[in-house]
């Protein structure tokens, strides 16, 4: 079994053939000046690969200037940035008695003295706690909460009973339920913060992740077996499993992709050049990434099996065309020359479009999109360029003149189970084109209301399966704390000391109120929390004075008494000049549908209680990131697929020379797309950042197939002058490599199903339902519009040749 044709090439296209056809006579004569060429360049790529880097923060999503990245610079400037480690210590896992307590607070201390970047460390030990100083009621004590571990652990546990009734503490240090303690490193700003980039420095990130990762392997910490989060963890973990994957999948597509030329090609060869071919063109994409100054993310890991499951297919159509040209009694060097004359065209045809697919995610504003448009359309160009050099090469060595192989003579000497397929195809679009018109349109139907049901799915942690450790760690926050992401407000009143208003404070209180009340949120923590503490601690403690000081000069004295107490987190909570004030939200991961709603009821909300444009509220924080990037995900599916089929549809009509025939090559490019996007919304998928990708890819990498069969069809009908015929001519010489490229497109995206990211498992589903269904589209579909539009005009009685001979004679 093999994927040659069993049928002429004469060239099929608008592109003069001859070109290719003596590039390839030109790549054999200097074959080893051009295969010495080739490893030079290779190796210089690969010397290039050594300085690539994985950034997965949250920013890299959004383009330089975004509305999400001014407001979180805006915050980050007024308060810091929001950057931490995040631990937790769970009794289940170590019993909170003075042994272990104290390594705790010996871990706080190593952490502040050691962690790069580390400013201060806060846990339940070192907390700061407002109470009362004094008889008289006249006197505030801000001091440790637990200075000194007792030994007695009645003592321990009636101070643990003692912090559960401290609103402030709850799901913030301490868990309600007791049964989890927290530990939160804060960070200082990192260099790029700042705008500062030093090429040679290591990524801050992974600095702080490997030493608190260093610092607990200590036999010291070991028994206390704490989850880590945070964000340089998080980032650092994903980075880490997006170089697994890439490893993964990469070496399952190079397996997959040999043992299925091993079974469709001829021979040794015709599994080793598609897969050097392609491989070489994965390792000069990624050096290129490298020159280029880019960096790898969660969608690089996609890079290798696209390019790979894409560029084979140059690869095989030139093998097939130089076996259809060999076994007529061609030697090595004519087959080849007439090989490239007959597909070098195509295939570079197929190249751009496939090219032009991928530069349509530069209209989104999603940056990683745009620049994986960069690096694909950069390696399906390079796997053009050497397929059309290393092919000609490898397949010029061997005998010169082959015996003619009579079984190869004719377009039906295969006669197996896909030549008959492919005849039963044929009468099928013929004898039945309405109907097959008629069921593929009422498919369409169907999986319309499919694509309504359809919803975006934004947040990152929900990528990843529940078996990855990440995953669990984050699940862990989520069940004992609820805080795994936040939502944050910057209420700027424009004048100084504007938030000492009584009114003001008022609001921003009942804000806070709402917000802890809203089922999603778990912790609201504002300025109002910490005034209210303090007046109570004014009078003895009693629960009855926990509330907002009533008027400004009251506010005042209370923020100076807290000051001069020795208060230190005033400046997480309000302005330099108390002109603004923070109110954070914390919560568990949530469904975007569930933050969008949360969201506008805190928008609606603080439109009751600040509108008027006195005051200027900034929402930001990773759940305000989340739902941006949301927005950009929805519009850019819809800008990246509007671009891609808009260029595609342009170049398909100049190359077929017919606006009629060049609309209809478009159906098996559409149909695919919008099927897949029903198919979603029925099953239940979601789009997210990885699957938001499908629809350009598909109308990109489909396309291909389309070009071949379509070109063809157009030769073939200026031939035959009928469209019966030129169908069936279409079908015995492209069919069988057409249906080949698909299934080696199917099983290849197939490796996406063993990734651990839910993501790209989706997408290895999604792209071979797609393609299976492109494939039906482009034998069935399509072919069923050109009988019943008639798209090339009225048929001949006699085909073109024969009329050539009537008018000679």
């Known amino acids: 079994m093999d994927y040659r044709s069993g049928q002429n090439n004469d060239n099929h296209i608008g592109i003069k053939g001859a070109f290719f056809g003596r590039a390839a006579a030109h790549f054999i004569r200097k074959r080893w000046w051009w295969l010495g060429a080739v490893i030079l360049v290779t190796a210089f790529m690969v010397t290039q690969m050594s300085t ?35 631990l937790l210590f769970s009794k289940d896992e170590m019993p909170f008695n003075h042994e272990n307590l104290k390594a705790m607070t010996d871990l706080a201390l190593q952490f502040e003295t050691e962690v790069p970047y580390a400013t201060r460390v806060t846990w339940l030990g070192n907390v700061e706690r407002i109470r009362s100083g004094g008889q008289e009621n006249q006197e505030v004590l801000i001091e440790q909460f637990m200075p000194e571990v007792p030994r007695d652990q009645k003592a321990i546990e009636a101070l643990l009973l003692e ?45 702080v992740a490997l030493k608190v990762d260093e610092i607990l392997a200590n036999p010291r910490y070991k028994h206390l077996k704490p989850h880590v989060a945070g964000g340089p963890h998080f980032n650092y973990m994903y980075d880490q499993l997006a170089r697994r994957e890439t490893s993964k999948l990469f070496l399952a597509v190079v397996g997959v992709q040999a043992l299925l030329l091993l079974w469709l090609g001829r021979g040794l060869r015709g599994v080793v050049v598609p897969l050097v071919v392609t491989v070489t063109s994965v390792l000069w994409t990624m050096g290129a990434i490298s020159l280029l100054g880019y960096t790898l993310n969660l969608l690089s890991t996609a890079l290798p099996i696209m390019l790979i499951c894409v560029g084979i297919g140059d690869s095989v159509h030139g093998i097939a065309a130089f076996y259809d040209h060999f076994d007529k009694g061609d030697n090595r060097k004519q087959a080849l020359r ?55 090469i490898f397949y010029s060595f061997g005998k010169e003149q082959p015996k003619i192989n009579a079984k190869r003579k004719g377009p039906k000497a295969n006669g197996d189970i896909f030549d008959k397929w492919l005849a039963f195809t044929h009468r099928i679009v013929m004898t039945k084109s309405l109907a097959v018109v008629v069921v593929f349109g009422s498919i369409m139907v169907v999986t319309f209301f499919g694509y309504l049901m359809m919803e975006v799915e934004s947040n990152t942690a929900k990528l990843i399966f529940k078996r990855e450790p990440l995953r669990q760690t984050l699940d ?35 804000l806070m109120t709402t917000a802890d009340a809203y089922p999603l949120v778990t912790k609201a923590v504002s300025i109002t929390d910490l005034l209210k503490r303090m007046r109570r601690s004014l009078h003895g403690n009693q629960p009855e004075y926990y509330k907002l000081p009533e008027t400004r000069n009251s506010v005042a004295q209370h923020l100076f008494l807290y000051e001069g107490s020795g208060g ?63 927005d950009i ?28 025939l060049g609309l209809i090559s478009m159906v098996p490019n559409l149909f695919p797309v919008f099927l897949t996007m029903g198919f979603m919304g029925l099953a239940g998928f979601y789009m997210d950042v990885i699957t938001i990708s499908f629809a350009a890819i598909i109308i990109g990498v489909a396309v291909d197939d389309t070009i071949h069969f379509f070109t063809r069809f157009r030769s073939e009908f200026i031939r035959w002058g009928t469209y019966d015929k030129a169908l069936k001519e279409t079908y015995a010489s492209v069919g069988r490599p057409i249906t080949f490229t698909t299934l080696i497109l199917i099983i290849g995206t197939a490796v996406f199903t063993i ?21 039906l589209a482009d034998f069935y579909f399509a072919p069923a519009l050109i009988v019943l539009l008639k798209p090339l005009g009225q048929e001949r009685e006699e085909p073109e040749f024969m009329l050539a001979e009537s008018y000679n004679a």
């Open 52 to 86: 690539l880097e994985f950034d997965n923060a949250p920013e890299i999503w959004f383009v330089e200037d975004h509305d999400a990245l001014k407001a979180r610079d805006r915050f980050h400037d007024a308060f810091g940035n929001d950057r931490f480690v995040f």
């Open 163 to 207: 912090a559960l009734d401290e609103p402030a503490f709850v799901n913030d240090l301490i868990s309600k339920d007791g049964s989890v303690l927290t530990m939160v490193v804060e960070l200082e700003s990192f260099p790029s913060d700042k705008g500062i980039k030093d090429e040679k420095a290591e990524n801050p990130n992974y600095t």
């Open 338 to 392: 007439k090989a490239f004359s007959d597909v070098g065209g195509a295939v570079m045809l197929t190249s751009l479009t496939t090219a032009a697919g991928f530069l349509a995610y530069l209209t989104t504003h999603l940056k990683p999109y745009r620049e994986m448009g960069i690096y694909i359309a950069l390696g399906v160009v390079f796997a053009f360029l050497l397929t059309i050099i290393l092919t000609p």
């Open 476 to 510: 862990f926050i989520d069940e004992h704390m609820g805080t795994s992401t936040t939502l944050e407000y910057l209420i700027d009143t424009r004048r100084q000391n504007g938030i000492k208003d009584p009114e003001f404070m008022g609001s921003l209180d009942e």
């Open 568 to 630: 230190a987190t005033l400046d997480r909570l309000v302005g330099f000049t108390y002109d603004m004030a923070r109110l954070s939200l914390k919560m568990k991961t949530v469904d975007t549908g569930e933050a969008r709603a949360l969201e506008a009821a805190m928008r609606a909300k603080c439109e009751e209680l600040f509108g008027g444009g006195k005051v200027e509220i900034v929402q930001s924080g990773g759940m305000s990131m989340y739902l941006a990037m949301n």
């Open 633 to 660: 995900l929805y519009e850019g599916q819809s800008r990246s697929f509007l671009a891609a089929l808009t260029a595609i549809t342009l170049m398909m009509i100049l190359v077929l020379r017919s606006i009629k």
């Open 755 to 775: 990734s651990s990211l839910l993501g790209f498992f989706k997408l290895g589903i999604l792209f071979g339902f797609a393609f299976l269904w492109a494939l």
